[in-house]
């Protein structure tokens, strides 16, 4: 059987050869480039999203470019220092003589499965955290988003990225699982769980590392002291956004007794004019809204005593991507925080914030692993290499396994019980067996 995008994958590795080569403030001269074209094409840029998917240009620039455009400064400015070579200070003593750096080295060619509903965003960020790093990438855009996908195309040519070092595939549905079966190193995939989980099955066969940005059914906890309009304006907004077209939209609140009449009568208003969410109160827990991934404006409510009742609750569903936690006790929200089993979670406010593009981004449970933004999302795109460097001609550990002298145990023995021994006195005597060992060792032989 032939390997899908043969062709393409072959152009990209010869690209990626150079490229790896390039020194990184060079590479990030195309990035600042980019970030410059988005303020000069936002038009063109939000001309295409419309066209398909008829998202308001206004929400476009606040959602989709200005926190793309974000990234991009993040990159430029942190790029040298997140790879810059490490070295290792601390050695035990059996190492002595080794020098050793870790260096971070590209994966080689990255795929990225791209998605729709932040067709600019959810594409452009991890093929620039790849590119940055010093990876090719076959970028397979939206089926949804097709005039998009030729737009942001036409970018990271303009831009002056190299021929082939960003190659985009076919937007079609079909072009996703094939780049599964190309020739890659590394796969970046933001879409549903169901497809997601698909994916990680093949990719895992193949042993091909993966981000999987999945979906989410997030929460907002509600608690006592919270300021309740607030609460219910935030929670309106994150299950409205996009018309709930978002990974990480609101799609349950529980709150607590003492705030759930007031919350309860404002989260129906509707302050815009527009559709409000679908609102349903005190469902079972069995019910689909508490525990099921949609792409529509719907919100969960429900009450809770404690907080060990909102865990629990929270608990319940399959999806940790991200939560919300509103109160006016900050203590008491890092404290629940602390608790919560998801990516992000967000005190007094719900999404905006966790598009920071100095933190990482991704979940936990059917919500997928990995992460984009922040250093995480840089490293994520390569891998370590250590190179240790060992001085001198002292090598006890080869002499010990060619002249099998007795002396070498004591030496090892002496070293072990000499670093790790309990007491004072049991470290003197592994001193003394090591200084001894390394006496003997050799006049055997």
């Given at each position: 059987?032939?390997?899908?995008?043969?062709?393409?994958?072959?152009?990209?590795?010869?690209?990626?050869?150079?490229?790896?080569?390039?020194?990184?403030r060079?590479?990030?001269?195309?990035?600042?480039?980019?970030?410059?074209?988005?303020?000069?094409?936002?038009?063109?840029?939000?001309?295409?999203?419309?066209?398909?998917?008829?998202?308001?240009?206004?929400?476009?620039?606040?959602?989709?470019?200005?926190?793309?455009?974000?990234?991009?400064?993040f990159?430029?400015?942190?790029?040298?220092?997140?790879?810059?070579?490490?070295?290792?200070?601390?050695?035990?003593?059996?190492?002595?003589?080794?020098?050793?750096?870790?260096?971070?080295r590209?994966?080689?060619?990255v795929?990225?499965?791209?998605?729709?509903?932040?067709?600019?965003?959810?594409?452009?960020?991890p093929?620039?955290?790849?590119?940055?790093?010093?990876?090719?990438?076959?970028?397979?855009?939206?089926?949804?988003?097709?005039?998009?996908?030729?737009?942001?195309?036409?970018?990271?040519?303009?831009?002056?990225?190299?021929?082939?070092?960003?190659?985009p595939l076919?937007?079609?549905?079909?072009?996703?699982?094939?780049?599964?079966?190309?020739?890659?190193?590394?796969?970046?995939?933001?879409?549903?769980?169901?497809?997601?989980?698909?994916?990680?099955?093949?990719?895992?066969?193949?042993?091909?590392?993966?981000?999987?940005?999945?979906?989410?059914?997030?929460?907002?906890?509600?608690?006592?002291?919270?300021?309740?309009?607030?609460?219910?304006?935030?929670?309106?907004?994150?299950?409205?956004?996009n018309?709930?077209q978002?990974?990480?939209?609101?799609?349950r609140?529980?709150?607590?007794?003492?705030?759930?009449?007031?919350?309860?009568?404002?989260?129906?208003?509707?302050?815009?004019?527009?559709?409000?969410?679908?609102?349903?109160?005190?469902?079972?827990?069995?019910?689909?809204?508490?525990?099921?991934?949609?792409?529509?404006?719907?919100?969960?409510?429900?009450p809770?005593?404690?907080?060990?009742?909102?865990?629990?609750?929270?608990?319940?569903?399959?999806?940790?991507?991200t939560?919300?936690?509103?109160?006016r006790?900050?203590?008491?929200?890092?404290?629940?925080?602390?608790?919560?089993?998801?990516?992000?979670?967000?005190?007094?406010?719900?999404?905006?914030?966790?598009a920071?593009?100095?933190?990482?981004?991704?979940?936990?449970?059917?919500?997928?692993?990995?992460?984009?933004?922040?250093?995480?999302?840089?490293?994520?795109?390569?891998?370590?290499?250590?190179?240790?460097?060992?001085?001198g001609?002292?090598?006890?550990?080869?002499?010990?396994?060619?002249?099998?002298?007795?002396?070498?145990?004591?030496?090892?023995?002496?070293?072990?019980?000499?670093?790790?021994?309990?007491?004072?006195?049991?470290?003197?005597?592994?001193?003394?067996?090591?200084?001894?060992?390394?006496?003997?060792?050799?006049?055997?032989?």
């Amino acid at each position: 059987m032939s390997v899908p995008f043969a062709a393409e994958s072959a152009r990209a590795r010869l690209a990626q050869a150079r490229w790896a080569l390039t020194p990184v403030r060079k590479r990030l001269k195309a990035i600042r480039e980019f970030r410059h074209l988005l303020v000069e094409r936002c038009d063109h840029l939000t001309a295409a999203v419309r066209a398909d998917l008829d998202r308001p240009p206004d929400e476009v620039i606040a959602t989709d470019v200005l926190p793309t455009a974000a990234a991009a400064k993040f990159l430029e400015r942190h790029t040298g220092r997140i790879l810059k070579p490490r070295k290792v200070g601390w050695r035990p003593l059996w190492l002595a003589g080794c020098r050793d750096v870790i260096h971070r080295r590209p994966h080689g060619i990255v795929g990225v499965i791209g998605t729709w509903n932040y067709p600019l965003f959810l594409n452009a960020v991890p093929v620039l955290h790849a590119v940055a790093a010093g990876n090719a990438v076959l970028w397979k855009p939206s089926e949804n988003a097709p005039r998009f996908a030729a737009v942001l195309t036409e970018l990271f040519r303009d831009a002056g990225f190299p021929p082939d070092l960003i190659v985009p595939l076919p937007a079609t549905r079909e072009a996703g699982p094939l780049l599964a079966e190309a020739d890659v190193d590394f796969v970046h995939f933001t879409g549903s769980d169901g497809v997601g989980r698909k994916l990680a099955a093949r990719l895992g066969e193949r042993l091909i590392p993966s981000a999987l940005e999945l979906s989410g059914c997030d929460a907002v906890l509600v608690l006592a002291d919270a300021d309740v309009e607030l609460a219910a304006r935030a929670a309106w907004y994150g299950a409205t956004l996009n018309r709930g077209q978002t990974c990480m939209a609101v799609r349950r609140a529980f709150v607590q007794r003492a705030a759930w009449e007031g919350f309860v009568a404002m989260v129906g208003r509707d302050p815009t004019g527009s559709a409000s969410p679908e609102i349903i109160l005190t469902p079972p827990p069995d019910h689909p809204a508490l525990r099921e991934a949609t792409f529509t404006p719907r919100l969960a409510v429900v009450p809770f005593d404690s907080l060990d009742d909102a865990l629990r609750l929270h608990a319940a569903c399959p999806f940790k991507l991200t939560a919300a936690v509103f109160t006016r006790d900050l203590s008491a929200a890092r404290d629940l925080a602390a608790r919560l089993p998801v990516g992000s979670v967000v005190v007094n406010d719900v999404i905006v914030p966790t598009a920071h593009p100095g933190t990482p981004f991704g979940g936990r449970g059917a919500s997928g692993w990995g992460v984009t933004q922040g250093d995480e999302g840089l490293l994520q795109m390569t891998t370590p290499q250590v190179v240790t460097v060992r001085s001198g001609r002292f090598r006890p550990h080869i002499d010990t396994e060619l002249t099998a002298d007795p002396a070498g145990g004591d030496v090892t023995a002496g070293m072990l019980a000499m670093t790790h021994g309990r007491t004072l006195a049991a470290r003197w005597r592994g001193l003394r067996q090591m200084l001894g060992g390394m006496r003997r060792f050799g006049r055997s032989s």
